[in-house]
């Protein structure tokens, strides 16, 4: 049963990770928008579900909630940086990101600052049986990735995408094309934030506590090599993208029962075998696992 519950346990962890994927890549893939503090509405969307949940409130309402304020905050962000460039846009997204995590560390009337958030409750915990309570959470898991990824399929191929793909590739000549491209950041941004508060809510009842470690820079980082490792503007390819990074950053764990390895030593392999794995990415397979297949207009 252990080796059971380790792969449930990794593929709901490959769930989560793929609708925070799906989010970035709707941002980068299909929008060409640099976010560097995607982990910062990751932190919110989990706690807005644990606070709310705590108060009383229904599961779904605690996650969708959730996806309603990572909206309002990316949407807030893209406000006054939609007009930076790609690189100053790139630095604010990192600031927030932090910004969000040091808010959760130091305003411990609301969030327990570094103590953190523990008993965080979980949907029909008292109903269906513990033995197979982690299959039933990883169906609810994979029910809302299977919604966010024909949610954003059917955003990107709409006419909506479309002008987002132009802007990604030449935004002055959707400019001059008449498209409002502020607008159309705007609500980029907010978009694929609503996803990544999603994913935090179902983190949150998932792992029944939180804390500020959670939602260091790093995440961003590891959900970036995601992205780019699945394929930049493919939608299969950011949950391959997560699917391989959660195996490589998991796998790293069983290095301590074959080679004489401290515990920090091995934790630090993880994020060395991610490295090697974007350098090889990007030096022989630039688009990715799965490659963007870009479509071709007959005039």
Known sequence: MGLVNFLIYLATMMGIYGILALGLNFHYGSSGLLNFGHVGFFAIGAYTSTLITKAGAPFLVGVLLAGVAGGLLGFIIALPTSKLSVHYWAITTLGVGEIIRLIAVNEEWLTRGSFGIPGIPQPLRSVIPASVYPIFYLGIVMAFLGLTYFIIRKLVNSPFGRVLKAVRE???????????????????????????GIAGALFAHYMTYISPLDF???????IWAMVIVGGRGNEVGSIVGAITIVIFFNSTR?????LPLSGQTVASLRMVA??????????????????????VYKI
């Not at 069983?254 to 074959?258: A, S």
């Open 254 to 258: 069983f290095l301590k029962d074959y």
């Open 274 to 295: 991610i490295g090697i794995l974007l350098i090889l990415v990007v030096l022989f397979m630039r688009g990715g696992l799965v490659r963007e297949k870009k479509k």
């Open 216 to 222: 260091m820079p790093i995440v961003t980082f590891i």
């Open 170 to 196: 030449e935004e002055d000549l959707a400019l001059a094309m008449g498209r409002p491209v502020f607008h159309f950041k705007v609500k980029a941004m907010a978009v694929g934030a609503i996803f990544a």
